[in-house]
């Protein structure tokens, strides 16, 4: 019998057919490739020099070329070679730069003081203080054998007399006389020629948008104690909280009894504070008041190894990370919540303990979320973001049992209502830095060392250039 064996024959693709494949394949690959893309930071400006004073605003990077930064700066094309106070810009997706304002010679934009620098959306305009030089010493906390214990409210109660009669007391009476007034400018972000928007006569001024908080200083006593081998200062709180309007020029107290030297921390909404309590209470109370009217809201009290690094208004409530100092031994290493130090060692690390809230009537405290312990501190900076829709924040990822040779942050969402949680968006390329959120993205700064073909060959290091580049996450809005 003869085996016959049949045959099929294959038939050739067309050449249409085959089109057809490969452009289906390569819609395929495209939105695949968009689809991951989106999720990828945007890498957007490069800059010759490791910069975080940088600020962005409506598609550009401002910076400022002070006559107290003359230093001839690359990343700002040569304006440090000049004295001249300068504010230049440059879209964030490169292109030239160019001059907003030139203050000249005689002046000092001291962008490196918070508060200092403010950007407003509504009329698109820049608010920058001109401070002057002033020379002098601080007191107490200076360099001493001593351990300094830090700043407390001026002692009234018997118990502070009591400690007192046994310790030395060095009491200096300050007196508002020799306070200079600043001149707070505005200019289009445009560009053009500065215009005074306000005098004020304070050292102690914070812009938010168009709007000034400022202490208004009065006769203060500063005592600088020392007991034993420990030393603190303490201060009389006899000032005021002033709110100004820089457009409308109406002004208000927003509360009385301030010290003189209270830090006022600028958010995107208003302005945060803490008031110490006599010695020896480490715990402070801390205060917001918003820029819209300058009122105020007390937020409770601080622990002493409490901090506040963040603040934003969102939905009629106040919102804020309370970051605890937590202290590291040997003995009290665990995995997930403490990071290895040596034997016989003691260290530190922050980790973000709570989410908290209250409504700007000052009713409602609450703690809005518990953070788990592979977070750490929140970034420095503007790290917590109202958007339309949701809040957002940038916060340390600390994983358990991980050693990290560089410091990884997350982009995270806040869920507020209940059942209230974090939901992280996005991990950030190690060694982020300088966060700064803008119409419903977060900015970020990477720095970066270029280095020539030939050097990464011969592994040589000399020649190694310090860059500096901007990146950008869009926010699900």
Not at 408 to 415: I, K, P, Y
Not at 418 to 440: K, V
Request: net charge neutral; proline share 5%; aromatic share 8%.
């Amino acid at each position: 019998m003869t085996n016959r064996v049949a045959k099929t024959a294959v038939r050739p693709l067309d050449k249409k057919t085959v089109a057809i494949q490969l452009i289906v394949t390569a819609f395929i690959v495209l939105v695949a490739w968009l689809a991951w893309s989106h999720t990828q930071p945007e890498k957007l400006l490069k800059s010759d020099v490791q910069n975080g004073s940088a600020t962005v605003f409506q598609g550009e990077v401002y910076e400022v070329a002070s006559s107290s930064d003359f230093t001839g700066n690359a990343h700002l094309g040569g304006l440090g070679k000049s004295p001249d106070a300068k504010i230049v810009a440059r879209p964030i997706a490169g292109g030239p730069q160019r001059v907003v304002v030139n203050e000249g010679p005689l002046f000092s934009l001291e962008y490196r003081v918070p508060g200092s620098f403010s950007t407003c959306a509504a009329n698109r305009s820049l608010y920058y203080v001109l401070r002057p030089i002033v020379k002098g010493s601080s007191i107490g906390g200076g360099a001493s054998s001593l351990h300094y214990l830090g700043q407390f409210a001026a002692g009234k109660s018997a118990h502070s007399q009591t400690i007192h009669a046994s310790a030395k007391v060095v009491r200096h009476v300050w007196r508002p006389a020799a306070v200079p007034l600043l001149r707070i400018r505005r200019v289009a972000a445009s560009g053009g020629a500065g215009t005074d928007v306000a005098k004020i006569p304070s050292d102690n001024v914070t812009i938010v948008g168009q709007h000034a908080f400022w202490i208004r200083r009065k006769s203060d006593v500063i005592s600088t104690v020392t007991k034993g081998e420990t030393e603190w200062t303490e201060y009389t709180s006899n000032s005021d909280l002033m709110w100004t309007d820089l457009e409308t020029h109406s002004e208000r107290c927003v509360r009385n009894g301030v010290s003189a030297t209270a830090q006022l921390i600028a958010s995107d909404s208003g302005v945060y504070w803490t008031e110490p309590h006599e010695f020896p209470d480490a715990s402070k109370d801390l205060y917001y008041a918003s820029a819209t009217d300058g009122a105020s809201v007390p937020l409770g009290t601080l622990d002493a190894n409490a901090k506040v690094t963040c603040c934003a208004e969102w939905k009629g409530s106040v919102y804020w990370f309370v970051d605890l100092q937590q202290t590291v031994t040997n003995a009290s290493v665990e995995a997930g919540k403490f990071v290895a130090v040596p034997l016989d060692s003691t260290s530190s690390r922050t980790v973000a303990g709570r989410l908290m809230a209250v409504d700007l009537d000052g009713k409602n405290l609450r703690t809005v979320v518990q953070l788990k312990n592979s977070y750490g501190a929140t970034a420095t900076g503007q790290s917590l973001y109202a958007g339309r829709k949701s809040l957002y924040a940038v916060l340390q990822y600390m994983p358990a049992a991980q050693a990290q040779t560089h410091t990884v942050f997350e982009l995270v969402q806040v869920q507020t209502a209940p059942p209230c949680a974090i939901q992280t968006l996005q991990r950030l390329p190690p060694n982020a830095r300088s966060f700064s959120f803008d119409q419903s993205c977060l900015y970020f700064h990477v720095p970066t060392t270029d280095r020539s073909l030939l050097a990464t060959l011969l592994d040589e290091h000399q020649d190694d250039h310090p860059s500096d580049t901007l990146y950008r996450i869009r926010l699900p809005e």
